[in-house]
């Protein structure tokens, strides 16, 4: 399944919301018995979350890849915001037909 940038901020900022009402210490355990997802993964979507999650717009077309070094701690906030102003939201298909792009 694709995830789109909206799909791993809404599934970041809802982990995080379980990891604070769980409490310190049962969040691995949770993820490991009741979402099918890797410690790693769940860190990822909430790092976008919580450092990227409010500058992402509808229809960025970035890859989860990207979205994940974006958010990583070594990243500075400076390449954010220049990704940020280059991001171009996905065009739909029939404005694409439209404007004769495709």
């Known amino acids: ?17 379980v990891k604070e009402r769980i409490g310190h210490g049962n969040f691995g355990r949770w993820l490991e018995s ?8 769940a860190r990822k979507f909430m ?12 229809g960025w077309n970035l890859p989860p890849t990207v ?3 974006l958010a990583a701690p070594s990243t500075s906030d400076e390449v954010v915001a220049r990704v940020e102003a280059m991001a171009q939201p996905m065009r739909p298909e029939t404005e694409l037909q439209a404007t004769g792009s495709i």
Do not use: H, W
Request: a negative charge; aromatic letters at 4%; charged letters at 40%.
């Open 1 to 17: 399944m694709r995830r789109t940038a909206e799909d791993i901020v809404e599934i970041g900022r809802d982990l995080i919301a």
């Open 34 to 41: 009741e979402f099918d997802m890797s410690d790693e993964t």
């Open 47 to 58: 790092r976008v979350a919580e450092r990227i999650g409010a500058k992402i717009r509808p």
């Open 67 to 69: 979205l994940y070094e």
